[in-house]
């Protein structure tokens, strides 16, 4: 079965950091895209950050200049590095990979930030 892992999530203080990381599971070759999506309780899943094979990313603008996505092939790795964190970035955050046929979503990592 195809699934990422995240992991990387806690509980942080308004103003610190964190790290994420997604292992990608499967052929690696065949992953076209990985991203991150975060859902805040009470509200709609939203994308965060995606990235192509070709290295294309986008961000949303609630998080443009504080998060950054990076990849290490030879881990199969994705991370999200997160600072300057806000009470409003408190979600759970998952990790997608994409190949031709689906999105594949991992079963998501806890991110708390306290003011």
């Known amino acids: 079965q195809v699934r990422p892992v995240e992991s990387g999530g806690g509980l942080v203080q308004a103003g610190g950091s964190l790290r994420l990381s997604c292992l990608a599971s499967?052929?690696?070759?065949?992953?076209?895209?990985m991203g991150w999506y975060r859902q805040a309780p009470g509200k709609q899943r939203e994308v965060v950050g995606t990235?192509?094979?070709?290295?294309?990313?986008y961000y949303a603008d609630s998080v443009k200049g504080r998060f950054t996505m990076s990849r290490d092939n030879a881990k199969n790795t994705l991370y999200l590095q997160m600072v300057s964190l806000k009470p409003e970035d408190t979600a759970v955050y998952y990790c997608?990979?994409?190949?031709?046929?689906?999105?594949?979503w991992g079963q998501g990592t806890q991110v708390t930030v306290s003011s």
């Open positions: 990235i192509t094979r070709s290295d294309r990313t």
């Open positions: 499967g052929s690696i070759s065949r992953i076209n895209a």
């Open positions: 997608t990979q994409q190949d031709d046929v689906r999105t594949y």
